[in-house]
Nanobody
Framework: QVQLVESGGGLVQAGGSLRLSCAAS????????MGWFRQAPGKEREFVAA????????FYADSVKGRFTISRDVAKYTVDLQINSLKPEDTAVYYC????????????????????WGQGTQVTVSS
């Protein structure tokens, strides 16, 4: 099992920035990719960004490219999501997830490819 704990959410004005962090513990050596998803009220969960644990390859949803940056710390087993130029439509609960297999960038945009999930952290952007 892998346990994931997110932090860093909060209330921020449009145009501001936040840095979300996800700390992994447990059988972390089984992790091949980690990602961030979000779910806004009344909407389905959507992919935001992910990173391949070995090598650090990153990929993003088109809607966040240029504003979001995902990074990992291999030694600390953490994954951060830097969010800049926040917009009200970024308001959502942000979830960290870990996958035990590398199934490729296309597949890892799908939540079902991930094996472990955190509890989520709320991000609220005011206009």
């Amino acid at each position: 099992q892998v346990q994931l704990v997110e932090s860093g959410g909060g209330l921020v004005q449009a145009g501001g920035s936040l840095r979300l962090s996800c700390a992994a513990s447990g059988r972390t050596f089984t992790t091949y990719a980690m990602g961030w998803f979000r779910q806004a009220p009344g909407k389905e969960r959507e992919f935001v960004a992910a990173v391949r644990w070995s090598g650090g390859t990153t990929f993003y949803a088109d809607s966040v490219k240029g504003r979001f940056t995902i990074s990992r710390d291999v030694a600390k087993y953490t994954v951060d999501l830097q969010i800049n130029s926040l917009k009200p439509e970024d308001t959502a609960v942000y979830y960290c997830a870990a996958a035990r297999r590398w199934t490729g960038q296309a597949a890892l945009r799908i939540g079902a490819q991930y094996d472990f999930w955190g509890q989520g952290t709320q991000v609220t952007v005011s206009s």
